[in-house]
């Protein structure tokens, strides 16, 4: 005779704080107010005044203590305003990887995709605490299992994330990586926040690429009218201008840097809404935001062509599910033999995978 035995449900989040529950929503606030803590806040304030966030026992004045206590929020004592610290943008870009990149299936195959088969990298004897998107195959046993005797004993042993080690591998390829942004009006136009997925996609990309791939080098680049060249940590920053889209020029920015790497691999990582609209020539700006101009597509696929002579591979995120602002991104990677992902606005965390190479179309979760 079958038995069932029945336990008392625990909500998914039921383990965590009240200010842990308040820190994963005030960082994912900081996404949309451009790192903004006191329009954050707000935010937090209006929406624990509709839901009832928070109680007698622990109120919006004791979480915002804890974050200044924890490192999360700096005040400045002059005028009392308050600003996100680096350990903010850290956790910012953490939050964004595990939304964006948490339910993908892992590859046992190796860091780095390639054409060919072959072996994984060489192990080493180095070890290191374990990290986020480390995998089972990487993990140190024998030093693991004596952390957790020494921490907790022999008699109550168990294992804890914070005993876990990771033997240190030595990459057999390093890459160098450059990652396009677009921070053109298009990116919010018609009502769509483009803008934020694409800062949630570009905050994954460089930690995974800084955390996994520690040997790699990657460069961000963000182009409108013009483009250039910023730092990691300004990424939760990042904000829309009036501008038209010079994908021509991020993409020409981005070779300039490559060329000056010494890796032999190189890549770039284009975030887009799929549509360039301008070219500066001499001094000037053409510009059409009507249609695709060919005098402007056919600068792209040129440069997308230069790539591919110098095997330079070109992955683009599509931050749009309008076909036709998917029409460039499709001859574009065509003409380089690139890879796209398309992603629409309300389920980011869905790529529909394109390999140009291969022929092959398939959802990634």
């Known amino acids: ?38 329009e954050a806040l707000n935010w937090l304030n209006e929406l624990d005044r509709q839901y009832k966030l928070t109680n007698d026992a622990y109120g919006m004045g004791d979480f915002i203590e804890d974050l200044k206590e924890n490192g999360y929020l700096q005040e400045n004592p002059q005028n009392g305003d308050l600003r996100i610290t680096g350990k903010s943008e850290q956790t910012i870009r953490k939050k964004s990887l595990e939304e964006i990149f948490g339910k993908l299936k892992k590859s046992k195959t190796g860091n780095h995709a390639t054409r060919k088969p072959g072996q994984g990298d060489e192990p080493s004897a180095d070890n290191r605490p374990y990290q986020f998107g480390d995998t089972i195959e990487q993990i140190d046993f024998t030093d693991s299992i004596r952390n957790a005797q020494i921490n907790r004993g022999v008699e109550a042993f168990s294992m804890q994330e914070d005993d876990l080690q990771i033997r240190e591998q030595d990459f057999a390829t390093q890459t160098s990586t450059v990652l396009m942004i677009d921070i053109s009006h ?26 996994r791939y520690p040997k790699d080098t990657l460069d961000i680049v963000v182009f409108g009218n013009d483009a250039w060249s910023i730092e990691i940590k300004d990424l939760p920053y990042l904000q829309v201008g009036p501008y038209h889209t010079n994908t021509v020029a991020g993409l020409e920015l981005a ?19 799929g549509k360039p609209t301008c070219l500066k020539i001499g001094g000037k700006y053409y510009k059409n935001s009507f249609g695709l101009d060919r005098k402007v597509v056919n600068r792209c696929i040129n440069l997308a062509a230069q790539c591919k002579k110098l095997k330079i591979p070109i992955t683009t995120f599509m931050i749009a599910s309008d076909p036709y602002l998917q029409s460039f991104v499709q001859e574009f990677t065509e003409t380089n033999q690139g890879k ?16 140009f190479e291969s022929g092959k179309r398939k959802t990634v979760y």
Request: net charge positive; aromatic share 12%; no cysteine.
């Open 1 to 38: 005779m079958k038995s069932v035995r029945f336990f008392q449900y625990t909500p998914p989040n039921a383990s965590q704080s009240t200010f842990e529950q308040l820190l994963n929503i005030f960082m994912q606030l900081l996404t949309y107010t451009n790192g903004d803590a006191s």
């Open 186 to 211: 298009s990116m919010i136009l018609y009502g769509e926040d483009r803008i934020t997925p694409a800062k949630k996609v570009a905050m994954a990309l460089s930690e995974l690429i800084t955390t």
């Open 255 to 273: 070779m300039d840097i490559l060329r000056r790497r010494k890796n032999t691999n190189k890549q770039i990582f284009m975030i887009t809404d």
């Open 340 to 355: 796209a992902f398309f992603a629409s606005l309300d389920k980011l965390g869905a790529f529909i995978f394109k390999d």
